[in-house]
Each structure stands twice: as structure tokens, then as C-alpha cells.
């Protein structure tokens, strides 16, 4: 998540290299300054010679100013991609056309400044733009800012029986008289960008009219006043800051790797089966409990989860053959290695004496909540480096390799019939794929929440997202149809 300036001249440059570093450093974001232009190349090298010593601190390293052209889509796009904290719009009276066309055409947030002057240096410079709108106006400053307006230009708006022109009047000569500090800025938060709202035509004058005071104007996306989903990912950045481009890449690498099939993974889901049919049958907790340790299911599942978020089908696909693939693979050795019990011994398997088994021969609605928080557990582990994701991992495989090697065992024991302790075969096979698809779910959420979005606009015109959900959804709502009626008819 960055800062990303445009810059149209070398004033823009100098206004970046001061501004910049406020905003950035308010959001504890690194900076992207872009040169825009036809013909920018010149811009772009210059901006970077300036830039590069600038935002050293908040970049941590050395500072590359992209040069692309004039057109609104394409800066969306990248905005979208590298997942911007908020688009900065450095106002040029030549490319306001442009510049308005790109602040009502976001997204995401985006701030539209005329630095007329430098930075604020406390509250007592910084003035907002209605005292009405307060607590909005208080949130956008501290965000971006670090600091609360200590003034107000106008109280309220003028009164709506006055004509447009009169209440723009009206309200630009109480900004005006906030201007009598050369560090000043009005801070104008924008709900509506509809050419009859006061506020926004007021906005777009000062921006035009020069007395000395910095004007910044601020849309959060399509809206000022966040919904419900918007708020509660706000919540949740405050709590962990989400992914950085270069981490959201790396993960995803990692994902789509880890979810090919491969013998190397067969090969581990095979011996972590068959050591869960051995602490089984001797009804061994810890001997179950090392079989989970060496599953590597996690992966796949989550990386199911992630094309779920993505509508990455192609990603879903593979995912969902690994999963496939380590279910046959696990359910086989077990049955394998049942068979080769057998051949030496018939150990007493019943409810009394085999009770880790038929523990997991009666799934419930609790099953589904023991794969959701699963799933949560393991993909916000595998998005914080300093977290161990084998035990989420291990946790994962709590879920599903057990109830696996049970139903082989079973399979290869011939226990068919129903009992007051459970279904065998069907009741762990149901427990494998409540948790299967709410270990997905639970994934794709938190993945969700860290920012693995999609990020491309034309991605996201061209994928349907919600195909894969739909179906993964549907699946688990007939599983708990099906749970609850093996329940009402299980025989006391």
C-alpha cells in the first residue's frame, strides 16, 4: 500500500518532495511518485534525481519515478495493482479537465491539492472545511495528516433556498478569510461530486483561486461515508497493515507453486496418513497428533481459498486437483496399510476400545466452525512472517487427515453399520469436506482482509469472483443439510 503522486512539471516535483513526506509519513506508506505526460521521459529523470534522496526514509531505499501517459484508465489500473493508500492529484491549471475527470472517476481514495504553500506544521495552521462535518472532517485529517483541523471556515452551509451562485459566494468568502497564514491549508472533504453540491463546486473554485492557502480536497472513493465492509476493513488495517505489493506477490507465488500436484506431495500426505491409521488403531493421541504435523495440506486449501478471492479459475482448478489428489492419495495408504494390519492381526476397533476413531464418526455444525477458524488461523499466519505457519498447518490437517485415514481403515475393516456413536465411512468422508470447504472460505476471507484483491480493474470487469464462491457455498450448505438429516436419523 503507497502514496502515489502524479506529477505534471518540476513545480509539481518540488510540491511532491514536500508534501509527499507529510502523507507518507501520516500512513505509514512508502511513495510512488508517476510522471504523466506524452512525452515525459525528461520529467521522470529529473523527478528521480530530486526524489530519490526525498523519500529515502520512507521508501527505505532508493525511490523509481514511473512515467506513464495521460489516460485515466491506465492510472487507475496501476493505482489498483500496487494497491494505493490514496492517489495524490497535484493541481496544474493546464490538466484540470483531466485532474477532475480522475477525481470523481476513483475508486479509492484520492486527494486533489493546490499547494500554494508548505506543509502545516501544527493544528493551528490547518483549517476544515464545515464545522457540520466534523467528525468526518477529523478522521480524513488525522489520516492524512496527523493532526485535527483547529479552526473552521464555515460553520454550516449556506441556506438551500439561495441560489447556487449566492451560496458559493457565501461560502468561499468565509475560506477566504482563513487564508491570512502563508502555511495554512483548508481541508474540504467531499461526499457528493454532483455539479449542483455546494461543497464540490465551492472546492473546485478554491483549488482555481489563488490567496495564498494551500486548498486539498478529499473523496474516500466512491464515497465519504464508508459502508459497513469498508469500515470493518479499516478496522482490521488499523489492527495489522495489510500486505505490501512485493509481499502480496511473493505470497501468491508461494500459493500457486505449493498448489500443483507433485509426488513430493503425495508422497507426504501418504505418510501422514498412514502414521494417523497407526495412532489410530493403537488409539494413540500423540501418534495422531505427529501425523498432522507432516500433512501438507495447508497450501493447496489455501491456495483454493486465494483463487476463490482472485476469480482466479486456472488457480482453482489446480488447487482443487492437489486436494484431489492428497485425498485419494491419503485414503488409499490408509486403506494400504489397514489391509497390511490384517494380514497379522484383527485389533478390537470398537466404540469402547477405539475411541479416537469414532470420535470423528459423528459431524455436527461445530465441525463447520472447527475448519473456518482454522483456515482463518492458517492464512493470517502465512501472511505475518514472524508467525509460524506450520502449526496453523497443523491445525489444518487436524481437520481433515484423521477423519481420512478413518474412513480407510473402516473401508478395509468392513464397518459399515450405524450406531449411537456415529456413521462410519460416511461420517469422517462428510467431516473431510465440511472442512475442505470452510478451511477455503475461512482463507479466502483473511486473504480477503490482507489484501489479496484483485487489483486490475480490467481483471476485475472480466472475472466473475463470485462463480467459484457460489459454488463452494452451495456445497456447504447441502453438507449441513445432509449432517443434519444423518443426525435426526442416527439410531439411539
Not at 470493518?232 to 498448489?259: H, K, M, N
Not at 486456472?314 to 486437483?321: D, N, R, V
Amino acid at each position: 500500500m503507497s502514496v502515489t503522486i502524479l506529477i505534471h512539471s518540476e513545480e509539481h516535483v518540488r510540491n511532491a518532495a514536500e508534501w509527499g513526506t507529510v502523507f507518507a509519513e501520516s500512513l505509514d506508506a512508502p511513495i510512488q511518485p508517476i510522471a504523466v505526460g506524452n512525452d515525459c521521459e525528461v520529467l521522470r529523470r529529473h523527478a528521480e534525481s530530486i526524489l530519490d534522496a526525498k523519500f529515502k526514509r520512507q521508501n527505505q531505499g532508493s525511490t523509481k519515478v514511473l512515467a506513464l501517459e495521460q489516460d485515466l484508465d491506465q492510472i487507475l489500473d496501476y493505482c489498483s495493482e500496487i494497491g494505493s493508500r490514496v492517489l495524490v492529484i497535484l493541481h496544474a491549471d493546464q490538466h484540470e479537465s483531466w485532474q477532475k475527470q480522475l477525481f470523481e472517476k476513483s475508486t479509492f481514495p484520492v486527494v486533489w491539492l493546490c499547494p500554494a504553500a508548505a506543509p502545516p506544521v501544527d493544528e493551528s495552521h490547518l483549517v476544515g472545511g464545515f464545522e457540520a462535518n466534523v467528525k468526518e472532517t477529523n478522521r480524513l485529517s488525522m489520516r492524512l495528516l496527523g493532526m485535527r483541523p483547529s479552526t473552521w471556515a464555515s460553520h454550516s452551509l449556506p441556506p438551500i433556498d439561495l441560489e447556487l451562485a449566492q451560496r458559493i459566494d457565501l461560502v468561499r468568502r468565509a475560506f477566504d478569510r482563513q487564508g491570512s497564514h502563508p502555511e495554512t491549508l483548508v481541508l474540504v472533504p467531499i461526499e457528493s461530486i454532483d455539479r449542483s453540491d455546494v461543497v464540490y463546486r465551492t472546492g473546485q473554485l478554491l483549488l482555481d483561486h489563488d490567496f495564498g492557502t494551500s486548498v486539498l480536497l478529499v473523496r474516500d472513493g466512491q464515497s465519504i461515508v464508508p459502508n459497513l465492509v469498508t469500515r470493518f476493513r479499516r478496522w482490521t488495517d488499523s489492527i495489522t497493515p495489510p500486505l505490501t505489493r512485493s509481499q502480496r506477490l511473493a505470497l501468491q507465488e508461494d500459493l500457486e507453486s505449493g498448489s500443483n500436484p507433485s509426488w513430493e506431495f503425495l508422497g507426504l500426505i501418504s505418510a501422514s496418513s498412514t502414521l494417523a491409521a497407526f495412532g489410530l488403531l493403537q488409539n494413540s493421541a500423540a501418534v495422531i497428533i505427529g501425523a498432522m504435523l507432516i500433512a501438507p495440506l495447508m497450501t493447496p486449501i489455501m491456495g483454493a481459498g486465494q483463487a476463490i478471492t482472485l476469480g482466479n479459475r486456472p488457480l482453482f482448478k489446480t488447487a482443487f486437483c492437489a486436494i484431489g489428489l492428497g485425498f485419494v492419495g491419503a485414503l488409499c495408504s490408509s486403506i494400504l496399510f489397514g489391509a497390511f494390519v490384517l494380514l497379522f492381526d484383527r485389533p478390537d476397533l470398537s466404540p469402547e476400545k477405539a475411541t479416537e476413531m469414532w470420535a470423528r464418526c459423528n459431524p455436527s455444525p461445530i465441525d463447520f466452525c472447527v475448519g473456518l477458524v482454522g483456515g482463518m488461523a492458517a492464512a493470517y499466519a502465512r501472511t505475518r512472517s514472524h508467525l509460524s505457519s506450520a502449526l496453523a498447518g497443523a491445525a489444518i490437517a487436524a481437520a481433515l487427515v484423521p477423519p481420512i485415514s478413518t474412513a480407510g481403515l473402516q473401508l478395509v475393516f468392513g464397518i459399515w453399520a450405524p450406531i449411537s456413536e456415529g456413521r462410519p465411512v460416511i461420517g469422517p468422508l462428510l467431516v473431510v469436506f465440511i472442512n475442505v470447504l470452510t478451511i477455503m472460505i475461512g482463507s479466502s476471507f483473511v486473504l480477503w482482509l490482507r489484501g489479496m484483491r484483485v487489483r486490475s480493474q480490467k481483471d476485475r470487469r472480466r472475472q466473475d469472483r463470485w462463480e467459484s464462491r457460489a459454488i463452494v457455498v452451495l456445497i456447504l450448505v447441502i453438507l449441513l443439510v445432509l449432517v443434519a438429516v444423518l443426525n435426526a436419523k442416527l439410531p439411539s
